[in-house]
């Protein structure tokens, strides 16, 4: 452990974000840090494999999104999301000036279909697209592999960037693996993906990764300058070792069969309680499935209630910047036992009753 944590002649192992000298070299610092390196050697294996030049280290995937938006949006830009999508994601653009566009989403994931359409109506392309692929936060459902070519289609037509911001990929447990935007995209530079050991490992670790085109991860490495100089240390080196260690594959393969094992608890307490007052998505991966009601009850007033009464949730209108969803909701499967996801599920049906 101490000769791979501690390799390297100087502090120059340690870092995820500038250029420096290193044996009178100017060197990319993304090369040389040690849990780019651990990183790379993992996703060789994985249909995620990248080159050292296209990976940043970043501060989790919140500054994979906010470097996204600092470099590809100005204000005013239109920039398409999901709708619903995740919420910090909508207002990470927001608070760079982006002119959000709200984009349907089906059990198919983005229904690409629909886009033209509405950047017609738009009266300009979009900047940007941002989108959730995989088990999308906070629907759970997959884009379908047309939807993912289609899209790319468009990207390239329009000359817009696709954010792919994908924390959940890698927590299918059913179903077949669909190959992502960089796959797919073949190193195209209008796709730029956001990852992040916030889902696989710890979410307080904030270690994540930009994959992206050299040229912007050179441009990246300054935006990142002045966020934080470089992501915390001793947390790469506590993701670097885990990597090292070989203990990802096997944790991937406990935390899969573990939220499996929770969403189908969750599915059949649905079944139980909610048969006849809601649908509801059945995720192959992730930690998130969406309950959405007839459109007279309001998920607001629900989740007043339900506070006091022992159940959480996030409203639907959490995931729309237009405040749309009002009668939809978020529910956590990842986190709870199927013991207490009954508890919870039937704490739910009680506080609807009470509403
Ligand atoms: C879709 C999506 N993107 C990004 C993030 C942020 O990840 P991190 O905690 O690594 O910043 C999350 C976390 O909930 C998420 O669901």
Redesign the pocket.
């Known amino acids: 452990m101490r000769s791979k944590l501690f390799h390297g002649n100087s502090n120059s192992s340690l870092g995820g974000g500038d250029s420096r000298e290193s044996h009178g070299k100017r060197t990319h610092r993304a090369t040389d840090s040690v849990l780019a390196d651990e990183l790379l050697a993992y996703l060789e294996a994985t249909p995620e494999r990248t080159t050292a030049e296209r990976l940043l280290i970043t501060s989790?995937?919140?500054?994979g999104?906010d470097l996204a938006a600092k470099l590809f949006v100005d204000p005013g830009d239109l920039v398409i999301v999901e709708a619903p999508t995740?919420t910090?994601?909508s207002a990470t653009l927001l608070a760079y000036g982006a002119d959000i566009l709200e984009a349907p989403i089906d059990d198919q994931g983005l229904i690409v279909e629909a886009l033209p359409d509405l950047v017609h109506q738009a009266g300009r392309v979009p900047k940007a697209i941002y989108v959730?692929p995989n088990f999308q936060?906070p629907t759970g459902t997959a884009m379908s592999l047309e939807r993912r070519h289609l899209l790319l289609d468009l990207a390239r037509k329009w000359g817009t960037i696709i954010i792919d911001?994908d924390?959940y990929g890698m927590l299918r447990f059913g179903g077949d693996h669909i190959p992502g935007f960089r796959e797919l995209g073949g190193g195209d530079s209008l796709v730029f993906s956001?990852r992040?050991f916030?889902?696989i490992l710890a979410?307080g670790l904030?270690v994540?990764w930009v994959d992206a085109d050299p040229a912007i991860v050179a441009k990246l490495i300054d935006a990142k300058q002045t966020m934080d100089t470089c992501t915390n240390v001793p947390n790469q080196l506590l993701a670097a070792e885990f990597l090292r260690r070989g203990g990802l594959e096997p944790h991937l393969r406990r935390l899969r069969s573990e939220y499996q094992r929770r969403m189908m608890a969750m599915q059949t307490s649905l079944e139980r309680h909610f048969s006849e007052q809601a649908a509801w998505t059945n995720p192959q991966g992730g930690f998130f499935l969406w309950l959405t009601f007839g459109e007279h009850v309001d998920t607001s007033k629900l989740f007043d209630l339900g506070v006091p009464n022992g159940v959480a949730f996030i409203p639907g209108r959490a995931f729309s910047v237009t405040g749309r969803f009002g009668n939809a909701l978020r529910l956590c499967f990842a986190s709870q036992t199927p013991e207490r996801t009954e508890l919870g599920i039937s704490r739910l049906a009680d506080t609807l009753r009470s509403l």
């Open positions: 989790g995937g919140m500054q999104l995740y910090n994601g959730i936060n911001d924390p956001v992040t916030s889902k979410p904030r994540g």
